[in-house]
């Protein structure tokens, strides 16, 4: 089985090509179409959609990819409709995202709520409109819609709000990460897993591979924070230490920042391991996570 690498460069394409597609189709308003595609179309790594993808490869490797497209898709309008709401002068504050002026700065503060807004409540039109079995529709709604709600990431946002200025412990931290930047990648992991019909065990297990990968995530992210440029991330870098902004580099240094990252990696393999089949291409995924 390919790589995560290869398999990234052969679907993150074709998962562009349908976002850009089905968003110029379905939405008339010219304004609101204009402000979704301008975040949607400024790229990403597309890593929530290709984790589904390579989910539901891992079970069934001769599968048809194509047809999920608008079901992990659905995924990636979420994501980015948290990014335009994170930017907005209320929370973040940001002046670029992925190398471009953030949606608010280009269009105005009420263009960009409202294209979150869209993009929001079109993923869950996308996952009601399309051919699966009505059960597997319902399971896949329960599973986005908790992780990206009050359950999950915007639970985490509003931690992530009143704690600002306040020194968190870890666990805190941690529950806080899990809620803000987690749950999204762990539904999307789920959301591959229920397409591919895995039993319950097998979920768990993935289930908890994902936990940590979202954990990792947050971690490698806080370090690059620190470690990296603006002009390689595509946004302000150090933000985060001057907002006051818990991280796991402020809070465990920098060494043990890492040394945690290297456990939830190891903990995320042995997830793998579990299921007792090919996972190399989930495997590699964790592949992201190399430091120099």
């Keep these: 089985m390919e790589d995560f690498t290869q398999f990234c460069t052969s679907w993150r394409p074709q998962i562009n090509r349908y976002l850009h597609e ?7 308003q010219a304004e609101l179409r204009e402000g979704m595609l301008y975040s949607l179309d400024a790229g990403g790594k597309r890593l929530r959609p290709l984790l589904a993808l390579a989910t539901l490869k891992t079970f069934q490797a001769q599968v048809d990819l194509k047809p999920y497209l608008r079901i992990f898709g659905a995924i990636e309008l979420i994501h980015t409709y948290s990014l335009i709401h994170d930017d907005l002068p209320e929370m973040d504050n940001d002046d670029y995202r992925r190398g471009k002026l953030t949606n608010h700065k280009y269009f105005s503060v009420g263009r960009a709520v409202l294209a979150g807004d869209a993009l929001l409540t079109q993923a869950f039109f996308w996952l ?13 709604i329960q599973t986005l819609s908790q992780a990206a709600g009050p359950q999950g990431m915007v639970a985490g946002q509003m931690l992530d709000i009143i704690n600002t200025g306040r020194t968190l412990d870890y666990p805190v931290i941690r529950q806080l990460d899990a809620q803000k930047t987690g749950a999204l990648l762990q539904a999307s992991v789920l959301m591959g897993a229920l397409c591919a019909q895995a039993n319950s065990s097998q979920r768990q297990h993935l289930q908890q591979f994902a936990g940590s990968y979202g954990i990792a995530f947050q971690i490698y992210d806080d370090l690059l924070d620190l470690q990296s440029t603006s002009q390689a991330m595509g946004k302000a870098v150090g933000k985060d230490a001057v907002a006051g902004k818990n991280t796991y580099p402020q809070l465990l240094g920098i060494s043990q920042a890492q040394k945690k990252l290297q456990e939830l990696i190891r903990e995320a393999q042995r997830q793998l391991q579990a299921l007792q089949l090919d996972t190399s291409l989930l495997d590699s995924s964790l592949d ?4 120099e």
């Design 128 to 140: 009601s409109d399309n051919n699966l079995d009505s059960s597997l529709k319902s399971a896949l």
């Design 288 to 291: 992201y996570f190399k430091q």
């Design 22 to 28: 089905q968003i110029s189709r379905e939405v008339k």
